[in-house]
């Protein structure tokens, strides 16, 4: 029976997901359903292959294959802690594969995808790896551009009538600062195109709230 690398490390990363707690979320209830970490690994595994289309000629088929393995069993220890849960998840891929020698197999250098994948929180950082560089800027990518401004209201009293002026006030001095550092981190050209078009869309939402509320701009809860 021909086994499929990427289904089986689909397989593997929901099954080890199912039904556990993410205990320290505590601003986004969301991410506190593992789910939502099955769903983001998805999310990196698409922007990714997004960044790979423009890579055709430097990325083999076992690298393009590499590359979605990474993405999607990248985030497996962050259902544990936040900090560290990069090491995490590369121990956990290692104990996969060492009890899945099948699936092992299919894989040409297991060392390099452990490695890329307790690596990937290290944004900003050179690497030589193309396979590398794409997963950290996929994974940086994912929750900025429409995201960006729901994660962002969360953050803000949903009970003052200021509301609105404050989301605005947040995505046009924090948010929209916040992207641009981040863009800085980013290692692939294409990346950088993609989060400039994220910087945009929220820009363009900073500028019809701003139209929606003039005539109370200015008024804050301090007023």
């Known amino acids: 029976m021909n086994i499929n690398l990427i289904e089986e490390a689909k397989n593997y990363l929901e099954t080890f997901m199912k039904d556990k707690v993410v205990e320290y979320e505590v601003t986004h209830p969301w991410r506190r359903n593992s789910r939502y970490i ?9 922007i990714a292959m997004e960044i790979v289309n423009n890579y055709e000629n430097e990325l083999s ?9 990474a993405a999607i069993l990248h985030d497996l220890g962050k259902v ?3 900090g560290g849960h990069a090491e995490k998840s590369g121990e956990i891929v290692e104990k996969w594969l060492e009890l899945n020698p099948s699936v092992a197999k299919l894989i040409e250098d297991k060392k390099r995808l452990i490695n890329i994948i307790k690596d990937h929180s ?3 950082v050179k690497d030589d790896d193309l396979v590398s560089s ?12 429409a995201m ?5 209201s969360n953050r803000l009293d949903r009970q003052t009538p200021y509301f609105f002026e404050e989301l605005y006030k947040m995505l046009k001095e924090d948010e929209v600062t916040y992207c641009y550092e981040e863009l800085k981190k980013l290692q692939t050209p294409a990346a950088k195109e993609i989060l400039l078009k994220k910087i945009k869309f929220i820009n363009s939402f900073v500028t019809e709230l701003e139209y929606e509320l003039k005539g109370s701009s200015g008024l804050t809860a301090n007023k």
């Open 61 to 69: 088929t076992e690298d393009i294959e590499l590359i979605q393995v």
């Open 148 to 152: 960006s401004i729901f994660m962002v």
């Open 38 to 46: 099955v769903l983001h690994c998805y999310r990196v595994c698409s």
């Open 134 to 145: 794409i997963l950290k800027d996929a994974d940086l990518l994912d929750e900025l551009g």
């Open 122 to 124: 290290n944004k900003g």
């Open 80 to 82: 544990y802690s936040r």
